[in-house]
C-alpha cells in the first residue's frame, strides 16, 4: 500500500499501486478482476488516477517505438513524457503539436484528459494531433482505434474510463529553432484582455495571466502572452548555429512542506502586484526560450509542496462564448471579494471543439489554485453556481471535489458518456476515485 | 578506462529495470548495443526504444545464465565483442521458500553466483586476449554480510563481488577494467511491494547514470546512493554477537 493522491496532494488515500511493464503486466493486472484505473505521472490535480482497487503506474511503459522523419509520426508507449519526447526530438527539430502547462505529463495522460495547450483557439486539444490509440479493454482484449472511431472518440477525453491505453501514434509540429517570440500586452482590466484575445484569434498561441486579487476598476487586469515558434531568421545571428539551443537552466526544488501560512492574503497580494507590474513594466515583443514560455512551472521541482500538508485544489471551467464575458466578470468578482484569489490564474481563449466527452469547447477557460480549507472549498461551491448559471462546464483533470449533481448540470453528455460505460463493460473495471465519485 | 566511452555495449539481463536503465545511458552517448536475456523476443520494444531514441544500432541476443557450456558459444556468436560488458542478471526468490527447498536455493545461488561468474568470465578472457574492455557486474550489499532474511540471494551475491574483485585484480595490468556496482535498494520489480525508506532506495536512472560515470572514470567498486557506504559500514563493523541477534 501507499499513499497516493493527485498533484493537489489533497485528501491522499491508502492505495495499492502496480507498475505496468509490458502490454503482458496490464493483461494479468486485468484478469486479477478487480477494478482498475492507469495512472500516468500523477499531474492530473485530484482524484482521477487513483484506484479503489489498483492503481495501474503506466511509467513502466515508456518506450518510443517508432519516428518517421517524413511526416512527424511518433509511435510510443503510453507511459512516455512530454519531456522525455522533446529532449529526443526538439534536436532534430520537432515539438508536440499541443502541450499543456507542464512538459511532466505522460502520452497517456495527455490522451485520457485530451490537454489543452495555448493554442487550442487554433488548433483544438491534443486529440486532434492522434491518429490511433491501442487500448486494452475490460476483457483484456488490445483495440488499435483510429480517429474517428467510437472507442478512439470516447477514449480522448475519457479520463481513463474506457480502458488501459498501451501505444499511441501522434503527429508533432516541425520547428526551426527552440525558441518563441513572445508578445507581451498589459491590460487594465478583464474586458480589454478579452479583446485582446478576441484581437488575436490568428496567434498561434496566446494565454493570460489574470490577476484574481485586485478589486475596483482594475479587476480582472492581465498580461496577455502571444507567441508563435520563431524561425531561424528570428534568432540573433550568434544562436543561428544552434538554433535548438537554449540557457540550461538551475531546477530548484521546495525540499519540504512549507507551512500552510506562507501563503496567505498578503503574500499573494504582493505577489500578483509585482508579476502585474513586472510584466506591465517591459511589455511588447521578446526572444524566450521554449521552456521557460512553455513550462515556466517546471523550473521549480515539487512546486505543489509550497501550500503545505493540507495540500490544494484547482478550480477550472470553460464558459461559452456568448457568456464568457459576463460569468468571467462573475466569478472574478466574486473571487476577488473573498480575498482567496490564487498567485496562479490563468485565462485562455478555446476555438470550436466537438468532443464525444472531452472538456474544451469553444469560449474562454479560467484555472486557479487554492489551499485547501473550508474557506476555499466553500468558495468554489459559489464558482461552481457561477459556472452553471453560464452554461460552462468543468476540467475533470483538474477536480477533486466536485459533487456529482454539478457535473450533470454542467454537462448533458454524461448519461451517454455512462451509457458507453454500460454497454462495453468499461464500468466496474475501470474504475477511479474520482469516477467513483461523480457515478461515471 | 577514462574518458568517452565506446561501445558496443552488452547488457545481459536486459529485461530488469536497471538494465533498461543502463542501456539507455550508454545509448544516449552514442554506443550501439548488444541486449541479451533468455527471451530476447521480449526486448523488441527495448530495440525499438533505443533505436528511436538515440539512433544508435542494437541487436539482441538469447542468453541463459544458467546453461554454463553456451557461455562460451554465445560470446564468440556476438556481432563484436563488445567494449563494455554490463551482467545484471540476477534472482532473487522468497528467502522462506529458499531456506526450506534446497532445488530452489541451488537455483538461487547459481542464477545470481555461477551463471554470471560464468559468462564475465568468458568475456573476461575475450578482452584479455584483446588488451582492453571493461566488465561491469551489478552484485549487492546483500553480498557484504549474511543476514536471516536474505542469505540465499546474499550469499551467491558475496561469491560474485568477490569473484569480480579477483578478476580486476588478474586484469589490472591488462588494460581491462572490472567495476562492482552495489545499488542497494533500488525501485525495481524485485523491491516492488517492500516497506522501504524512500530515502535509502534509488530510481533505474540513478543506476543508470552512476555505472556509466563509473565506467567513464574507471572506478572500481560504486555504491548508487552513497549513504550505503556507510550504511554497510556499519553493518559490517557490527561484532557477530551482536549482529547474530539483530533482525535487519
Ligand atoms: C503545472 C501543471 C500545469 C498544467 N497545465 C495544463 C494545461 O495547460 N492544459 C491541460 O489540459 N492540462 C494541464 N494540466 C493537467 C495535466 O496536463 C493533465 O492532468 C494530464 O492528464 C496529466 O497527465 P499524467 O500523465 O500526469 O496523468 P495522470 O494525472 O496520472 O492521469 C490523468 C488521467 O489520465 C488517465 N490516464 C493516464 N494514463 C493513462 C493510460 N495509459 N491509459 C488510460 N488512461 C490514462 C488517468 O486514469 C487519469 O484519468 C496541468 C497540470 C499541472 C500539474
Known amino acids: 500500500m501507499t499513499r497516493l493522491a493527485g498533484w493537489g496532494r489533497f485528501r491522499p488515500v491508502e492505495a495499492r499501486v502496480a507498475r505496468m511493464r509490458s502490454e503482458a503486466d496490464v493483461a494479468v493486472a486485468l484478469a486479477a478482476g478487480g477494478p482498475v484505473i492507469a495512472r500516468g505521472n500523477g499531474r492530473a490535480y485530484g482524484d482521477s488516477a487513483v484506484s479503489p482497487g489498483v492503481t495501474l503506474d503506466m511509467r513502466g511503459m515508456d518506450r518510443m517505438l517508432a519516428f518517421d522523419p517524413a511526416t512527424g509520426v511518433l509511435v510510443a508507449e503510453a507511459g512516455v513524457l512530454l519531456s522525455e519526447i522533446i529532449a529526443c526530438l526538439l534536436p532534430r527539430g520537432w515539438f508536440p503539436s499541443v502541450t499543456p502547462g507542464t512538459r511532466y505529463v505522460t502520452l497517456g495522460g495527455a490522451i485520457a484528459a485530451d490537454v489543452h495547450g495555448k493554442n487550442h483557439h487554433v488548433d483544438g486539444g491534443f486529440g486532434a494531433f492522434v491518429d490511433w490509440v491501442e487500448v486494452m479493454g475490460p476483457d483484456g482484449r488490445v483495440t488499435r482505434a483510429e480517429a474517428g472511431s467510437d472507442l478512439f472518440s470516447w477514449t480522448v477525453g475519457g479520463m481513463g474510463l474506457t480502458g488501459v491505453i498501451l501505444r499511441a501514434a501522434i503527429r508533432l509540429r516541425r520547428v526551426e529553432t527552440g525558441w518563441i517570440c513572445q508578445e507581451t500586452r498589459a491590460t487594465a482590466g478583464l474586458d480589454e484582455a478579452i479583446d485582446v484575445f478576441e484581437g488575436a484569434m490568428d496567434a498561434p498561441y496566446s494565454v493570460a495571466w489574470i490577476d484574481c486579487v485586485t478589486e475596483g476598476p482594475h479587476l480582472g487586469r492581465s498580461l496577455v502572452m502571444l507567441g508563435r515558434h520563431a524561425g531561424v531568421g528570428d534568432l540573433p545571428a550568434a544562436r543561428r548555429r544552434d538554433p535548438f539551443g537554449v540557457p540550461r537552466k538551475r531546477r530548484l526544488t521546495v525540499p519540504l512542506d512549507l507551512p500552510g501560512l506562507a501563503l496567505n492574503r498578503w503574500t499573494v497580494g504582493a505577489f500578483n502586484a509585482a508579476y502585474y507590474r513586472l510584466g506591465a513594466r517591459k511589455p511588447g515583443p521578446a526572444l524566450v526560450p521554449w521552456d521557460s514560455y512553455f513550462y515556466p512551472l517546471d523550473a521549480i521541482g515539487d512546486w505543489n509542496r509550497i501550500y503545505g500538508r493540507r495540500g490544494f485544489v484547482q478550480f477550472q471551467c470553460v464558459l461559452p462564448e456568448d457568456s464568457a464575458r459576463r460569468g468571467l466578470h462573475r466569478l472574478v468578482e466574486v473571487i476577488a471579494a473573498s480575498g482567496q484569489g490564487s498567485f496562479l490564474s490563468v485565462l485562455k481563449r478555446f476555438g470550436p471543439q466537438d468532443s464525444r466527452f472531452a472538456f474544451p469547447r469553444a469560449g474562454y477557460t479560467l484555472a486557479l489554485d487554492f489551499p485547501a480549507h473550508d474557506g476555499s472549498l466553500d468558495l468554489m461551491q459559489t464558482l461552481d453556481r457561477i459556472t452553471l448559471e453560464h452554461g460552462g462546464r468543468f476540467y475533470l483533470a483538474k477536480d477533486a471535489r466536485m459533487p456529482r449533481a454539478v457535473l450533470e448540470a454542467a454537462d448533458d453528455r454524461v448519461a451517454a458518456f455512462r451509457a458507453m460505460r454500460a454497454a462495453t463493460g468499461a464500468a466496474g473495471r475501470f474504475v477511479s476515485l474520482q469516477s467513483e465519485r461523480l457515478g461515471l | ?248
Not at chain 2, 6 to 28: E, H, N
Not at chain 2, 32 to 61: F, K
Not at chain 2, 170 to 175: D, E, I, P
Open chain 2, 1 to 248: 578506462m577514462s574518458g568517452r566511452v565506446q561501445g558496443p555495449v552488452l547488457i545481459l539481463g536486459a529485461t530488469s529495470d536497471m538494465a533498461r536503465a543502463i542501456a539507455r545511458d550508454f545509448a544516449a552517448r552514442g554506443c550501439d548495443i548488444q541486449l541479451a536475456a533468455r527471451e530476447p523476443e521480449r526486448l523488441e520494444a527495448d530495440r525499438a526504444d533505443l533505436v528511436t531514441r538515440y539512433g544508435v544500432g542494437v541487436t539482441l541476443h538469447a542468453v541463459d545464465a544458467l546453461d554454463v557450456d553456451s557461455h562460451a558459444g554465445f560470446v564468440a556468436g556476438l556481432p563484436a565483442l563488445p567494449r563494455v560488458a554490463v551482467s545484471a542478471i540476477g534472482l532473487m526468490g522468497e528467502q522462506a521458500e529458499n531456506a526450506a527447498d534446497m532445488t530452489r536455493a541451488a537455483t538461487i545461488l547459481r542464477a545470481n553466483f555461477e551463471g554470471p561468474a560464468s559468462l564475465m568470465g568468458v568475456l573476461a578472457n575475450a578482452m584479455e586476449a584483446r588488451g582492453s574492455g571493461t566488465l561491469v557486474g551489478i552484485s549487492s550489499v546483500a553480498g557484504e554480510r549474511g543476514r536471516a532474511s536474505n542469505y540465499v540471494y546474499g550469499s551467491a551475491k558475496a561469491g560474485f563481488t568477490a569473484y569480480l574483485s579477483g578478476l580486476r585484480n588478474r586484469l589490472a595490468k591488462k588494460g581491462v577494467h572490472v567495476v562492482t556496482v552495489l545499488p542497494g535498494f533500488v525501485a525495481t520489480r524485485m523491491t516492488e511491494g517492500m516497506d522501504l525508506p524512500a530515502r535509502l532506495v534509488a530510481q533505474p536512472e540513478e543506476v543508470g547514470a552512476a555505472v556509466l560515470a563509473a565506467v567513464e572514470k574507471g572506478r572500481d567498486v560504486i555504491y548508487v546512493r552513497p549513504v550505503w557506504r556507510l550504511i554497510m559500514a556499519i553493518i559490517r563493523a557490527l561484532p557477530e554477537r551482536v549482529f547474530k541477534k539483530t533482525s535487519i
